[in-house]
């Protein structure tokens, strides 16, 4: 089956980095829509960046900060995400799509069909 699997996630101070991974299996990424999504308790669900053919896109909570890419010879989805803040503390996850974009100054994924187990990041000193 179609499988995507975070990792990178973990403890770091503000102002740090984290590399967040969505490895692929099952399927070539190359031609799907992949979108990073964040959601923690009393929190409402955040779309933060997504890729597509039609290229990269971001929230505006993370523009400037977080960089999504991808490496096709490891089907693997990036989110490089810099500068981190106490408010990006979250359970990040990614999901697959048909094609995403960005709505409401959150990105958005259509036609989701599976979402990982998600990877914990805490900002915090």
């Known amino acids: 089956q179609v499988q995507v699997v975070e990792s990178g996630g973990g403890l770091v101070q503000p102002g740090g980095s984290l590399r967040l991974s969505c490895a692929a299996s099952g399927f070539t990424l190359e031609h799907y829509a992949i979108g990073w999504f964040r959601q923690a308790p009393g929190k409402e669900r955040e779309g933060v960046s997504c890729?597509?053919?039609?290229?990269?896109f971001y929230a505006d909570s993370v523009k400037g900060r977080f960089t999504i890419s991808r490496d096709n010879a490891k089907n693997t989805v990036y989110l490089q995400m810099n500068s981190l803040k106490p408010e990006d503390t979250d359970v990040y996850y990614c999901?697959?799509?048909?094609?995403?974009?960005?709505?409401?100054?959150?990105?958005?994924?259509?036609?989701?069909?599976?979402w990982g187990k998600g990877t914990p990041v805490t900002v915090s000193s």
């Open positions: 890729i597509s053919d039609a290229g990269t």
């Open positions: 999901a697959t799509g048909r094609f995403c974009g960005v709505v409401g100054g959150r990105t958005t994924v259509y036609g989701m069909d599976y």
